[in-house]
């Protein structure tokens, strides 16, 4: 095993704990010989098995299988790249490497035969890589979006309940210690795009990488939009999407992956989704709609994701055979999000007074958005401020950044509220 | 092929518009050589394929895979025992068999080194069977609850929208096409029994067979009851419910399955799977509660678990190895249901008089049955008739049977208006 914290600490525990359950399901024992972590006198509980040599502990002959729970880019790559050209199987966690380079860790087990494993980087203790990966191979999938960050749901969904400023909400996140010291992984969005990187390259059979995904984090949203999506009955997610869209004229079928803040529906199963717990919607041509729904992180729940993975690769090696191998045939191009069109919720303070409405809409319109709803409301019959909330239909978000930047220079406008994105949901036909 | 009913033609259609794709992922083309039905000249469009003769259909040389969709035990036990003997995997979703004889199937399975693959015999499309045997292989599940048969979730949905009597709910369910013109296998539970004998069985690697599953239906669910429920802001639902109990005292670990209607909270994610749905609870210990949702049945989503089998079946095939064999290791004693312990809602038509509470009260007190709560409505100054409404905390359905017969022949009951078990499925911390 490489590096031992709360994951880690974890897995050390149900190995223990569970030596004989997990003999029995694997075909054979399954023992740990060795732990690296940076500082090994931190781990004496571990005894011997513990070491600072990682680069030696991944191509030892007793080793098998190589379980990485250390995160982050290097030395992690090097050291599983290292393990699976020495024929090691390898269960990982690390969602950054596998969006960043898992084709690389996906050669190197190719070439050497190796498994690799990587349920526990997606939804911790959800089963959600192995059902796209194995149960829905028979299917086309369509769509997979959910909630796969547990702090940004944590805080979007404190702000709604009391009404709290992000930066309040972020504060006790931080003090329950769901957010980290450092929250931008998370709160901009980061950990969610390798998460949908991973999941649209499983979904698609395409090489979808962290690069390839659209990312927006919660940093900007404000009391102002909780307020502005409640009065639609609405609440705000962060959102990771990945969608496939079907060829179009001379337009080829193409995938896209974003994470942005989105209102859905308050009626929507997803807006139930509270606190730390994930939940993601599957949509396929045969299947039809799916959810999974779990603890998204945490120690015990990401190592019993990690543990699955483990039986499953030491019952490879122990009956013969290979879990599947990276799936990339198809290879649909990745569309860039300016083309990618989303409904938008544009909130405006504007003069009440004649004809600013017809401008306004004729921005929208000369701009190609075509607008769903319209409602005003406080305006004062001496022309004070009044607002205007606009509801567009499907918009490629080059349109409508342009409409807005327009709309904001206009007279009329004293400010632009809120410009948020719009899921609905609802309409792909969602039961419950 | 064995069968082309609903879930057949589906099957036949999806292997013949991803032919490209199948290929892809299963390493190799997924070919269909031969359809086995009763009545070949039905099935004119699949020409040559078609044949009356499955026995010789089973064993054919360049047959690799069989799958069976005629459901029920003969001839599906006799033609898939001969296939599995001749060394051909199998891909069933004949969820009566697998309950019934389940172990002689995984037995010649073994014998042979075939593959034995079911995901589609529990919970249609949903992703249920690869991750209770695959993804959770690493962690102890001690529990699995939820909706697996959704005849009769539409039948109990349509009367709580309506208050339709069963009768009448029957019927529009079998208008609609919900229910079948005998739709004993559905409301009287043997078809969610099925399921809970594989859930159980691999949850718990432990055979459970269908004749170990505790199984009341529907037909007895009233009017009044749904009317009871409501007024406890609960609503009914069949639950499939497999559980594992530990070790207590002489008493040895165990485990449990039964099917029964029970009063849920309204409040809870399983009240709100309406229709034809499916959703069920995976409680384990590491990864806590999780959740899965989606169509349980019906020709498309069916086949959508039969082809992601297929693919896995296929790959196994084209790179060596074999999916994970039947898992009975731990060999839990199955729990008879009279010592099973549930909460129960007792609805009583009483005199209202001086005395009667005591008395019923004492009754209870008597069986060892604990009271949580009591309600007394609708009593007149005369002494006309009241509604005493009881519920237990946890009591054996033995213990709560006999209190309600002596309590039923008391002078001062004029009727037990209804028997409901309550499952409190809220208490496990459920977010959402």
Known sequence: MLGCGTVGGEVVRLLREQATELAARAGAPVELVGVAVRRPQRHADLGELVTADASGLVTRDDVDVVVEVIGGIEPARTLLLEALKAGKSVVTANKALLAEDGAA?????????????????VAGAIPLLRP????????????????????????????T?????????????TRLGYAEADPSADVDGYDAASKAAILASLAFHTRV????????????VSAADIAAAAGMDCVI??????????????????????VHPAMIPASHPLAAVDGAFNAVFVEAEAAGQLMFYGQGAGGAPTASAVLGDLVAVARNRTVGGRGPRESTYASLPVRPMGTVPTRYHVSLDVADRAGVLSTIAGEFARHGVSIAAVRQTGGRPDGGPARLVVVTHTAPEAALAATVEVIAGLDAVRGVESVLRVEDLGRKGVAG
Chains 1, 2 share one sequence.
């Not at 860790?105 to 980087?121: C, R, V, W």
């Not at 997979?144 to 979007?156: D, E, H, P, S």
């Not at 309940?161 to 996140?173: I, K, M, P, V």
């Open 132 to 159: 796209l990966r194995e149960s829905l191979a028979g299917d086309r999938i369509t769509r997979v979006a959910g909630i796969v960050n547990g702090t940004t749901n944590f805080i979007l969904s404190a702000m």
């Open 105 to 121: 860790l996906a050669e190197a087990a190719d070439a050497s035969g190796a498994d690799l494993y990587y349920e526990a980087s």
């Open 237 to 258: 997610k962060l959102l990771a999407i990945c969608e496939r869209t079907p060829a179009d004229g001379d337009t080829p079928e193409s995938v896209s992956a974003r």
């Open 209 to 220: 990488t962290s690069a390839d995904v659209h990312c927006e984090g919660i940093r900007e």
């Open 161 to 173: 309940e009391s009404g709290a400023s992000y930066a309040e909400a972020l504060e006790e996140a």
